[in-house]
């Protein structure tokens, strides 16, 4: 092993990659979990593993020039981050966000080696984006900076390469844009983005998919305790589509969820988000100017103006916002406030002190590359679908993902038990470096 410590890896990490805390953050997570492993096993220090699956295999960064509806250009700066690629072609999302920066996709596109791995799919691991900011432009407006910056991504992507998918601010209307104008330039329809329409190669649940996955993780894990969803109260943060299916499989397994949010503000409904209220949100969302504030105006429910949910009495928190938003102050309050089950919809959302917190007091904590890999788990079976030509039906795809969780569940108890408690984290880190690392050696030094 090259280093005598995980303190002068780190360093190094740091030292080579300054400004990018986010990134800083997602390794030094996975350098403790595996550590021990790397260390215990000379084939991955003879290859030197851990310097190599911390850089990424490219970085690509453009120019994105776009006209508004006033005929005024503005130029935004694109991303690809192609990290790993040991186990299969690059996959994952595009970010447009106006938080978007080298630091925040290189920990993305990290965490999301890990994630794919652990879903059992051949998959690598990428993430991309934008700094354009979606809100508040016109579907016209819209569509030209995503022309825009197809003209350049399309370059570097295909579906035995890179295929991405969305992220915050892309959805379908984003993807749709971005098929097509790549589809022009290549004149070629391949499923070289997923997340598409359901008439043009997307696939039931997909939607659906990162909230129902949340949820079955979070099945999994309470059986764990011989325990249930069933009358269970759940805080969940954000209001987009990973909160929306989080809640709506929530209710139908029979917890009650009483918070949504967004970045305005939390609202809270002690009688329960019903499917009913739920289809409102939907709504809700949909319309451009919309807040979640209008929900408790709609209900006459409390709305917490510049706050997040986890002050709130609750079983199970779910973190479905965005990186860091769960901090150890939060954690302390859930914890002193009776909550045993925390799981990540989000990518990180809960800071380090916070996730310390939580296995500190050995409660179920489950951590994103885990219990929010169902939208990658999707996207897979998406592309599989693409690739046959046929279409499957919805309870066939529903059934995939509750059986690719258990699968992620499952790898999580064998890599992260430890006599009465399950460290989730480690469980995760290291069920998901192990097959890359042991990928990475199998192909040498390419």
């Not at 310097?51 to 250009?73: G, Q």
């Not at 169902?374 to 599989?384: C, F, P, T």
Request: proline share 3%.
């Amino acid at each position: 092993m090259k280093y005598k410590t995980k303190k002068e890896f780190l360093d190094t990490v740091v030292s080579n990659y300054k400004d990018q805390k986010e990134f800083h953050q997602a390794v030094e997570e996975v350098v403790h979990s595996i550590w021990d492993t790397a260390v215990a096993n000379p084939e991955y220090g003879r290859f030197n593993i851990l310097d190599r699956i911390v850089v990424p295999d490219r970085t690509i960064i453009f120019r994105v020039p776009w006209m508004d509806d006033n005929n005024e250009v503005h130029v935004n700066l694109g991303y690809r981050i192609q990290f790993n690629s040991a186990i299969g072609p690059y996959k994952g999302g595009l970010r447009f966000h106006p938080s978007v920066d080298l630091g925040i996709l290189k920990f993305l596109a990290f965490e999301q080696v890990f994630k794919n791995s652990l879903t059992g799919l051949n998959l690598g691991g990428g993430k991309g984006g934008s700094n354009f900011d979606p809100k508040g432009k016109s579907d016209k407006e819209i569509m030209n900076f995503c022309y825009a910056f197809m003209n350049e991504l399309y370059r570097h992507i295909g579906r035995r390469t890179d295929i991405p998918a969305g992220d915050i601010g892309v959805g379908g209307r984003e993807i749709g844009y971005m098929f097509g104008q790549y589809k022009k330039i290549r004149n070629a329809f391949t499923g070289v983005l997923t997340g598409k329409g359901t008439n043009w190669g997307g696939s039931l649940i997909r939607p659906e998919a990162t909230g129902y996955g949340l949820i079955y993780f979070v099945v999994e894990m309470l059986k764990t305790r011989d325990d249930s969803l069933d009358g269970k109260i759940a805080t969940v943060s954000g209001s987009g589509n990973v909160a929306q299916f989080a809640c709506e499989k929530l209710i139908e397994l029979g917890a009650k969820p009483v918070t949504l949010s967004d970045s305005g503000g939390f609202i809270y409904d002690p009688d329960g988000i019903t499917q009913e209220k739920l289809e409102y949100v939907k709504k809700l969302k949909g319309v451009r100017s919309a807040r979640i504030s209008d929900y408790a105006k709609k209900y006459n429910v409390e709305y917490f103006e510049g706050k997040r949910p986890w002050s709130i009495k609750c079983d199970i928190a779910l973190p479905c916002a965005t990186q860091n938003e769960l901090n150890s102050d939060d954690a302390k309050e859930l914890l002193e406030n009776g909550c045993f089950v925390v799981a990540e919809g989000a990518n990180m959302p809960s800071t380090t002190n916070a996730v310390h917190h939580f296995i500190s007091n050995k409660i179920l904590y489950g951590p994103g590359k885990a219990a929010n890999a169902g939208g990658v788990a999707i996207s897979g079976i998406e592309m599989s679908q693409n690739s046959t030509r046929i279409p499957l039906k919805r309870d066939k795809v529903d059934g995939l993902l509750k059986e690719i969780m258990q699968r992620i569940h499952t790898t999580c108890v064998k890599h992260g038990s430890n006599d009465d408690f399950i460290n989730y984290v480690d469980g995760a880190n290291i069920g998901g470096f192990v097959r890359v690392a042991d990928s990475m050696i199998d192909q040498g030094i390419a």
